[in-house]
């Protein structure tokens, strides 16, 4: 939840920051846009909650449950940015949801 929260904050920091560039302006606008500050913040706890995962679950049933955050992007991509999802991501979204319980059990 923290990565795919993180990839939404972020794409709402950088829409309100305007069109890229290579100035000190477009950073300045960047860094002081909250959601972008958010976006940091929510890469930051993930990493922190990743390296206790890591270290105390099989890498090989963790590591897979990232693409949950596919699923959630996905979501996300729906609800915040009013996207239209075709069938074929459907599918891909059952697929890596089968997957997961796979991986699970």
Same mark, same amino acid.
């Given at each position: 939840? /923290?990565?795919?929260?993180? =990839?939404? /904050?972020? !794409? &709402?920091?950088?829409?309100?920051?305007?069109?890229? #560039? *290579?100035? #000190?302006?477009?950073?300045?606008?960047?860094?002081? +846009? *909250?959601?972008?500050?958010?976006?940091?913040?929510?890469?930051?706890? @993930? #990493? $922190?909650? *990743?390296?206790?995962?890591? !270290? +105390?679950?099989?890498? #090989?049933?963790?590591?897979?449950?990232?693409?949950?955050?596919?699923?959630? @992007?996905? &979501? %996300? %991509?729906?609800? &915040?940015?009013?996207? =239209?999802?075709?069938?074929?991501? *459907? $599918?891909?979204? &059952? /697929?890596?949801?089968?997957?997961?319980?796979?991986? %699970?059990?």
């Amino acid at each position: 939840m /923290l990565l795919s929260g993180g =990839q939404v /904050l972020m !794409k &709402f920091g950088l829409t309100k920051a305007g069109d890229f #560039s *290579w100035t #000190s302006g477009y950073f300045l606008r960047l860094f002081l +846009n *909250w959601q972008f500050i958010c976006c940091g913040i929510c890469y930051g706890v @993930g #990493s $922190i909650l *990743w390296m206790y995962i890591i !270290k +105390n679950f099989p890498f #090989s049933m963790a590591y897979p449950m990232v693409s949950l955050s596919y699923v959630m @992007g996905m &979501f %996300a %991509a729906i609800l &915040f940015f009013h996207e =239209q999802i075709p069938l074929e991501r *459907w $599918i891909g979204v &059952f /697929l890596i949801l089968s997957g997961c319980v796979l991986i %699970a059990k």
